[in-house]
């Protein structure tokens, strides 16, 4: 049984960072691309980065580009998504998912999902 678990959430103030963890159990990163996403309250859920296992490449929303960077630890099985310089507007709910074929900014292409772990950046 394939299990994504999301951690590293928080309340933080604007300008803070954050370093987000997706572990997962039962299936292995390297194998597959893995994307977070975030959906805010009110608003349609929103693809921020994805990375490669097989090539390392890596892949962000506009929105994020140059403040948030994914990085994964095979030995650990788990892919980061560091967050610096975080805004009010980064406030979501973030959710790690796995997908055995490509990135996509379409969540309804991932195969697996986390539950999500609460991001909230106050001003």
């Known amino acids: 049984e394939v299990q994504i678990v999301e951690s590293g959430g928080a309340s933080v103030q604007a300008g803070g960072s954050l370093r987000l963890s997706c572990a997962a159990s039962?299936?292995?990163?390297?194998?597959?691309?893995i994307g977070w996403f975030r959906q805010a309250p009110g608003k349609e859920r929103e693809g921020v980065s994805c990375i490669a296992g097989t090539t390392g490449s890596t892949y962000y929303a506009e929105s994020v580009k140059s403040r948030f960077t994914i990085s994964g630890d095979h030995a650990k099985n788990t892919v980061y998504l560091q967050m610096n310089n975080l805004k009010p507007e980064d406030t979501a709910v973030y959710y790690c998912a796995a997908d055995a074929t490509l990135c996509s900014w379409y969540g309804e292409w991932y195969d697996y999902w986390g539950q999500g772990t609460q991001v909230t950046v106050s001003s």
């Open positions: 039962g299936l292995t990163f390297e194998d597959y691309y």
